[in-house]
């Protein structure tokens, strides 16, 4: 058996495992390498992955860095199924077909510059078609309930506690009279993340495969994160000002919206209107709203102590582009929820521009932002941004909340592997830069005893 590492070596992106027995082939994940330089020429189907060879994909999560390439399977020819939970599909089918529709637009708006000039017109990785027909191939696959994967490869998922449906996926492969245990993590959970369960384990492994994004630090402690949200909270009542927030559509926005109800319910604060202004949040938001069954005890138990379904005509979708823009003649107390995350593009940008000299206004950075995105200009104390190409100066309260991560940090990464350190397995650190998993190698070095590879895009792993 062997397995070759087709994305996130020594990156956080473009995660995907070859498994290669001598009776099958399967594929685990198969997702987008996103970030600047020349991270689109990677988003191909790389050599030596043939898709109609492939006997069956299998997804740990519906994020686009896990699922982004999966279109380009059926390009080449795949016709297999693609396994997944039940949560995990309807995300993904939300993500790509978000996808599609956001290459469509960049690719249409390069062209156009592009006419007229001895440059070849582009075209993108692939169209709304293509997406709907990889979305038929999907095969629902619950829990803790072991399935015959392929010939020889038996699967088991159990919840990664990362997102809505997420997993982490224990392969059980029989070959020449033998018996290895292949895990992949997924990515990791922090405990106590809201609305979905904590992260299980698994008990034994040859050779674990294990993310390392956050390998090198801890987050903030939620609980002092969200102190910080109750007084920034309190503080915009108290104003009647308003709040925006840049939020990832899927994840971000359903895990703000719980914490705004557990103020709520506690009568911390009344409740007052939140607007879910991204057509992709409010459909990830339904999504959510449509599987209980994966909800974790504090959210069952907020529930029952409080009326939520009630509580939530504060929560007021805004889908189309008029909406938006008479949100900007809204007076508070009123919080804006609005994509992009990382204020790189989407309805977040109207609003900035028109609330970032509004000294009365606040703006709430409750995720990560990359280098050179608007969002770090303002978490670094930006006096003056531009938007659209207007100078728009800084005046607005800006507020960085760390502790809202969705991935696990360095602690509960050697937590979660700890169950599976007796068995003395392989361990693999990929989903991580080099300052991620450098440091978390050396943990386990001397904690386990146990020598971790760090792969390059390509590698192999020999078992």
């Known amino acids: 058996m062997k ?94 077909r978000d996808s599609a529709k956001v290459q469509h637009y960049d690719i249409e708006r390069a062209n156009r510059k592009r006419e007229g000039s001895d440059k070849p017109l582009l075209e993108p990785l692939y169209n709304a078609e293509v997406v709907e027909r990889t979305m038929q191939l999907f095969r629902v696959v619950e829990l803790n309930q ?21 997993a982490s996926i224990e392969l059980t492969v029989q070959e020449e009279g033998r018996e290895k245990v292949v895990v992949f993590s997924g990515d990791i959970g922090p405990s106590g993340l809201a609305i979905v369960r904590d992260a299980e384990t698994f008990k034994r492994a040859n050779v674990v495969f294990l993310e390392s994004t956050y390998g090198d630090r801890d987050h903030k402690p939620l609980k002092e994160t969200l102190a910080e949200f109750r007084a920034i909270i309190e503080h915009m009542v108290k104003n009647r000002s308003r709040i925006l927030v840049p939020a990832f559509a899927v994840g971000r926005t359903q895990q703000i919206i719980f914490h705004l109800d557990e103020l709520f319910c506690a009568g911390t604060v009344k409740p007052f209107p939140v607007y879910i202004d991204s057509p992709m949040a409010i459909e990830a938001t339904r999504i959510y709203q449509s599987h209980p069954d994966l909800f974790d005890d504090e959210i069952i138990d ?21 909406d938006s823009m008479a949100l900007n003649e809204t007076a508070g107390p009123c919080l804006i929820m609005a994509g992009s995350g990382m204020c790189n593009a989407g309805r977040i940008l109207h609003h900035l521009r028109h609330g970032l000299s509004d000294p009365e206004t606040s703006v709430m950075i409750v995720g990560f932002q990359s280098e050179g995105t608007l969002g770090r200009q303002l978490v670094d104390g930006a006096g003056e941004v531009r938007i659209f190409g207007e100078k728009i100066p800084v005046k607005a309260r ?19 592997f ?33 020598k971790a590879v760090l792969p390059s895009q390509g590698d192999v792993i020999r078992l």
């Not at 069956?56 to 795949?78: E, I, M, N, W």
């Not at 072991?146 to 997420?166: C, K, N, Q, V």
């Not at 693999?428 to 080099?434: A, C, I, N, P, Q």
């Open 302 to 322: 907020l529930q029952r102590a409080c009326d939520i379904a009630s509580r939530h005509n504060h929560v007021k979708p805004t889908p189309t582009a008029q």
């Open 398 to 416: 800006i507020h960085t909340l760390n502790g809202f991560s969705a991935h696990a940090g360095q602690t509960e990464l050697l937590k979660w």
């Open 146 to 166: 072991p399935f015959a994967a392929a010939d020889g490869i038996e699967a088991r998922y159990i919840g990664a506690g990362h997102m809505l449906g997420s």
């Open 3 to 96: 397995i070759t590492v087709h994305g996130a070596a020594g990156e956080v992106t473009g995660s995907s495992y070859l498994v290669e027995t001598d009776r099958a082939r399967v594929l685990v994940d198969f997702g987008l390498f996103q970030g600047g330089g020349n991270t689109q020429a990677k988003n191909v189907l790389p050599s030596g992955l043939d898709p109609a060879r492939l006997d069956t994909v299998l997804v740990t999560h519906a994020h686009l860095d896990h699922t982004g390439r999966l279109p380009l399977l059926l390009k080449g020819g795949y016709a297999g199924s693609i396994h997944a939970t039940n949560a995990t599909r309807d995300l993904t089918g939300l993500i790509l």
């Open 418 to 450: 700890r169950f599976l350190a007796p068995s003395k397995p392989q361990v693999v650190l990929t989903h991580g830069e080099s300052r991620g998993r450098e440091p978390l190698a050396e943990l386990i070095q001397n904690r386990h005893g146990l």
